[in-house]
Structure formats: structure tokens, C-alpha cells
């Protein structure tokens, strides 16, 4: 009877009572999901590796059982638990042990963001309806473009909570009492991917969807660069009004041709051109829609200038296109130009996305820390071309070698830093021998940013920018890119404090 339980099981109002439910991993999200499911009543059994001491403190307050241990193998408990269905942090591979057990016993297996798609009725707007959703991902860029598409929606007067992998669990909005109009959800490839194991009673159905962007990134979890495309291409399914799309990115194009949508559905382009109808873009410094007015064929409505963006720290290209895609979304759900413009005048992008840290002597240290993957990494080389890049960390499986053949020759120099560094000097030797390469060989945590400062600040012959972007993860050597891009502004105030002369004399040798 478990299948036909879980095929009505479409409803914060339910009958979720008892229901045997495995979440695997507790952090952030699987305590939401465990918390979620205790509350409807549901028999909840989590099985993790780890667990923070206030998630494992309050799992028995709630009503859940937590099962520590490792899960290379199957554990015993959570066979004796015999689940209906089993609930997995967007971290869990589809090659993980427990994942393929799941699968090959036929048990239901689901991400948070399908319990949360079903759950979305808990509280309602003032007609009866849930709230909207906007799904939002790409390899780069989506936290921005969540931030800014809750920005100028609340602009516009709606209510509007982002959320998924920002995070804030969906589950946590969805239960928020307060209530939302709008859902601005970020998706992962992980997400996307569990939402790709839903049957059609967990399908979502967004109002609006977007792909940035996309590159290869995450090929150790997916298996494959195709396997990537796939899972991104499954935000715009069935969406219902707007399908967002870059025109400067063709995979994303040829998503939106190949996706399964709701009938009048609307393609909507962006990039930084001139637009088309039904597109945003650039005309003589205006950022204008093309899509969302009457006579689309010979008028555009002006969103914003690009001397207004550039006054706020908004002009990078790639930032340019973060704000289209969100005005993009924010008009198909109504926002009026006049409001999409205000908003941009009080945005902020986050730390450790070209953020500034410091001018000083003629150098410009810039923290992307956030750019992680190359794709990113190549938007801020082209944000400050002739840069002395520094560059490398952990490479989660992807190749260098075509972004140092393209964006890395533009550098001034590379200051390498992580622990796959040989791969690193290797792209730069075959692909951009011009470019002088500095290797920083620290083993401890604590030197490399100090040792790379130094190095930088050598290199700059009067004025140039030092640009932290490693195009790599950061779990090599720092616990994240936040406390890598941390660790980087540290060390330049430290130069600075010093006085920066005693340090500034000359670079080492480079390779």
C-alpha cells in the first residue's frame, strides 16, 4: 500500500501520520526535513555520518531518531526500519551506497524540495492559492540572481522569501507563518537532480524558471558533463509562464527548446545586446524589456542605465546579466520598471563576490573567493583583465586548460595556490607560457593567504588589481570559499597595517 499512500500524499493537510520516513545526512536541510515530518506526524529515522551537537541534541525533542555511523555500507537499522520512503540531503551522489540501495529495493526516494512542492498549502495567501514559485539555477551566478529577484519583487509589493540553496531551506519558508506571495527558490544541480526521481504527483510546477549559465562543474557527483546538462535542464519543466533563458549561452537555449512546458508558457531571452522582442538587454547604456509590454515589436521599457550600476558596484558583465535574468523574472510576475530601478539603487552584491577589499598603493585587491568553478572565474578575469590572477584549490574533477587558454592569458601573472597545483602549472605551461606563474607551497592554512599577499604585491609594478578568483573549491585547504575569501581580506589589511614596503620587494622567481 505504500506506493498508493505516498500518490495522495500531496498536501500539508494529508494523511502523513505514521508514515515510515529515512532522511539521510543532518545538516541544515535534513533537519528541516526531519523537523518538517515530525511535525506532521511521520515516524522519522535519520541516518548521518555526522551531526552538529544542536541538531543531534534536538532530534529527540522532536520525535526523531538519529542513527550516527558511517554509511560506505548499508546500516543494519536502516534496513530493520524497513522505510516507505527515504528522504535525501542534496549532498548524497547518486553512486553513494545508500542512494543505489534505495533505488534497487524500489523504496520512494526524494530531495527537500519535492516535500516541500507538496507541503506548499500549509499556509495560503489571501485567495486560497499557495505561493508562486521561481526556480532559479546555473553554474554561476544563482545566489546573486535569487538575491536580486527577491529584492525587486518586494519592491514591486510581494512578498517574496528566497530560498533552497541560498540557505534558508524551502521547507522553512514553506512553513513560515507569516506567508509568502512568491517562493524565489535556488536549485543545485543536486536538487535538480532528486527532482528528476520524482513521479508526477512530486513534479513541480514553477511560475518562472531560469539557467544562467552552464559549464562543466560537479562531474565527480554527476558522473558526467552530460549527466550536469541534464539535471540543470529539468528547472524548466512544466513551467507555466516564463522560461528564462541566456542568449549568450546556447545549452541554455536548446534546455528551454527541449523542455516539457504548460501550454503558453513564453521563451524569454536575455544577454547584454541588443534585444529582440521578448527579450532583455542593452541599448545605448539602457538596460530595456523587450518581453513584457503590449507593443514588444517597436517599443522597450527602460529598466535601469549602466552609469547607475556602476555607481552602486553593479557594471561587472556577468553582474549586468544576473540583473536582466531577474528583472526577467520580477516582470513576468508584474514588477513595474519604475520599481526594478529604485530596488537596484540600494542592492548589495554579498562578500567574496568581487568584492573590493582594499585600494591601496596603486593595487586593487579584489575578493571573487566565489568563483569556484571556471566559468566564474573566467566572468571576473574579463571584470579586470591584465589582473595578477590567483588561481587553484581543490578541482572537483574539472580541467583548467581551456580557461587558462582563453581568460588566464590575459593575466598578468598566476599565483597559485591548493594542493592540485601541479595540474594548475601544468594548463598555464602548455596553454599560456607568457604568462609568469608563482607557486605558494604552505602547508599551513594560516600562511597561505600571507605568502600569496606577499607574493601579489611584488609582482604589481605601480598601479594593477590582485584578483582572488581560484576557479576551484576551497575544501583543500579552508573550510569554505567564505573562510578562504576571509582569510585573503585579512592578509591585505595585515600588509596594509604593516605598511606594505617591507614586503613589497620583488617576487620570488616564477616557474
Not at 524548466?236 to 508558457?265: F, L, P, Q, S
Amino acid at each position: 500500500m505504500s506506493v498508493e499512500r505516498l500518490q495522495t500524499l500531496t498536501s500539508w493537510h494529508a494523511d502523513w501520520k505514521g508514515l515510515r520516513v529515512a532522511v539521510l545526512g543532518l545538516s541544515m536541510t535534513g533537519f528541516s526535513v526531519a523537523d518538517t515530518l515530525a511535525e506532521l506526524g511521520a515516524d522519522v529515522l535519520v541516518l548521518s555520518e555526522s551531526a552538529e551537537e544542536e541538531y543531534a541534541r534536538l532530534l529527540p525533542i522532536i520525535g526523531a531518531r538519529l542513527e550516527l555511523g558511517s554509511l560506505a555500507d548499508i546500516p543494519e537499522a536502516l534496513v530493520d526500519f524497513d522505510p516507505e520512503l527515504v528522504i535525501a540531503s542534496p549532498g548524497f551522489s547518486p553512486t553513494q551506497p545508500v542512494i543505489r540501495w534505495t533505488q534497487e529495493s524500489d523504496i520512494a526516494l526524494w530531495g527537500d524540495i519535492e516535500l516541500a512542492w507538496r507541503l506548499r498549502d500549509k499556509v495560503v495567501r489571501d485567495d486560497g492559492s499557495p505561493a508562486d514559485w521561481v526556480l532559479i539555477t546555473g553554474t554561476n551566478g544563482k545566489t546573486t540572481t535569487t538575491q536580486l529577484t527577491a529584492t525587486l519583487l518586494a519592491a514591486g509589493g510581494l512578498r517574496a522569501a528566497p530560498c533552497g540553496n541560498i540557505g534558508v531551506p524551502v521547507l522553512d519558508a514553506v512553513r513560515d507563518p507569516a506567508g509568502f506571495d512568491v517562493l524565489v527558490v535556488e536549485l543545485s544541480s543536486h536538487q535538480l537532480w532528486y527532482l528528476g526521481q520524482a513521479d508526477a504527483e512530486g513534479e513541480l510546477f514553477p511560475h518562472a524558471s531560469v539557467c544562467l549559465n552552464l559549464a562543466d562543474d560537479h562531474l565527480v557527483w554527476h558522473g558526467s558533463a552530460q549527466a550536469y546538462r541534464d539535471a540543470k535542464a529539468l528547472v524548466y519543466r512544466n513551467t507555466r509562464v516564463a522560461c528564462v533563458y541566456n542568449k549568450a549561452d546556447e545549452a541554455t537555449r536548446r534546455m528551454v527548446e527541449d523542455a516539457e512546458v504548460v501550454d503558453g508558457a513564453r521563451a524569454i531571452g536575455f544577454d547584454l545586446g541588443i534585444p529582440g522582442p521578448s527579450d532583455l538587454g542593452i541599448v545605448e547604456g539602457l538596460l530595456v524589456d523587450r518581453a513584457f509590454l503590449d507593443d514588444r515589436s517597436r517599443s522597450a521599457l527602460e529598466l535601469t542605465t549602466l552609469a547607475d550600476l556602476d555607481r552602486v558596484g553593479l557594471a561587472a558583465p556577468h553582474i549586468v546579466q544576473n540583473i536582466l535574468a531577474a528583472s526577467a523574472l520580477a516582470r513576468s510576475l508584474g514588477v513595474e520598471p519604475e520599481a526594478i530601478h529604485s530596488a537596484l539603487q540600494d542592492f548589495r552584491l554579498d562578500a567574496h563576490r568581487i568584492q573590493i577589499i582594499a585600494r591601496h598603493r596603486g593595487i586593487t585587491w579584489v575578493d571573487d573567493s566565489k568563483a569556484t568553478n571556471p566559468h566564474a572565474a573566467a566572468s571576473s578575469l574579463r571584470a579586470y583583465p591584465g589582473a595578477v590572477w590567483v588561481v587553484g584549490g581543490d578541482l572537483k574533477g574539472v580541467d583548467l586548460s581551456d580557461l587558462v587558454a582563453d581568460a588566464g592569458r590575459t593575466a598578468s601573472a598566476a599565483v597559485v595556490i591548493g594542493v592540485e597545483r601541479v595540474e594548475v602549472v601544468t594548463a598555464f605551461r602548455r596553454h599560456a607560457p607568457g604568462v609568469p606563474v608563482f607557486e605558494v607551497d604552505a602547508g599551513d592554512t594560516g600562511q597561505v593567504m600571507n605568502r600569496v599577499v606577499e607574493i601579489a604585491a611584488g609582482i604589481v609594478d605601480g598601479e594593477g588589481t590582485v584578483l582572488l578568483a581560484p576557479a576551484a573549491a576551497s575544501f583543500d585547504q579552508f573550510s569554505s570559499y567564505a573562510d578562504r575569501g576571509r582569510r585573503f581580506a585579512e592578509a591585505v589589511r595585515e600588509w596594509i597595517d604593516r605598511g606594505s614596503d617591507d614586503d613589497a620587494g620583488g617576487p620570488p622567481s616564477g616557474i
